[in-house]
């Protein structure tokens, strides 16, 4: 079975540009989870989609949001980018039903914002 | 909110020590899971423990769940180069996972 699949790796973007990042969970997980990770702050929880439908939310600015789709394939968007942007974006999915919410991670998108 | 405090921060060791590394919460938690990161990956899952006391071995790895179900432990037997990373506990819950802020190992050849 194939992992989770991050697109881009790298990405440089500047100050009040916006981004979108791709993430294509393991086949037949249902939920999908985005994190943010910075030396200063760890592992933060941004959202998590189940069902093309936002299920989980952490504490981001509006300017941080996503989406799924039916194939549960999922992206996320920064809007205004701002230089504390600048982190390696985590994805990670799970079959997400009762019981079953282990999460397995890609191998992220390492985004800096010049 | 449920923390998850890692202990120690940075562990900087030569290959063939032993060494444990230290989760612990005020929180009771239903299971507990550990990653292993490295530099410019995602984490990778290492183990889940679910039932208190467990005692979880994974070749030179062993992990215990605390009784309590509130702290957890990784101990590294003969450490080699290769066990160099970030180790991360964390708890999953509904599609949310609560991380520790890990302890980043060096082992030296």
């Known amino acids: 079975k194939a992992g989770v699949t991050q697109t881009p790796r790298y990405l440089i973007k500047t100050r009040g540009q916006q981004v979108t990042l791709s993430c294509s969970p393991i086949?037949?997980?249902?939920?999908v989870s985005w994190y943010q990770q910075t030396p200063g702050q760890g592992l933060q929880f941004l959202f998590e989609?189940?069902?093309?439908?936002?299920?989980n939310k952490g504490n981001f600015p509006g300017r941080f949001s996503g989406r799924q789709f039916s194939n549960s394939r999922s992206e996320m968007n920064v809007s205004t980018l701002e230089l504390g942007d600048s982190a390696l974006y985590l994805c990670?999915?799970?079959?997400?039903?009762?019981?079953?919410?282990?999460?397995?991670f890609g191998a992220g998108t390492r985004l800096s914002v010049l | 909110t449920q923390l998850l405090e890692q202990s120690p921060q940075f562990l900087s060791i030569q290959e063939g020590e032993n060494l444990t590394v230290y989760c612990n919460s005020s929180?009771?938690?239903?299971?507990l899971q550990w990653y292993r990161q490295e530099p410019g990956e995602g984490p990778v899952l290492l183990v889940t423990?679910?039932?208190?006391?467990e005692v979880k071995k994974l070749k030179r790895l062993t992990f215990q769940f605390g009784d309590a179900r509130k702290d957890s432990s990784l101990h590294i037997t003969a450490a080699q180069p290769g066990d160099t990373g970030l180790y991360l506990c964390?708890?999953?819950?509904?599609?949310?996972?609560?991380f520790g802020d890990g302890t980043t190992l060096t082992v030296k050849p």
């Open positions: 990670a999915s799970s079959p997400g039903g009762t019981g079953k919410n282990i999460q397995y």
């Open positions: 086949s037949g997980h249902r939920s």
């Open positions: 989609y189940f069902s093309e439908t936002q299920r």
């Open positions: 929180s009771v938690f239903s299971s």
């Open positions: 423990v679910v039932t208190g006391g």
């Open positions: 964390a708890n999953t819950n509904a599609g949310k996972s609560t």
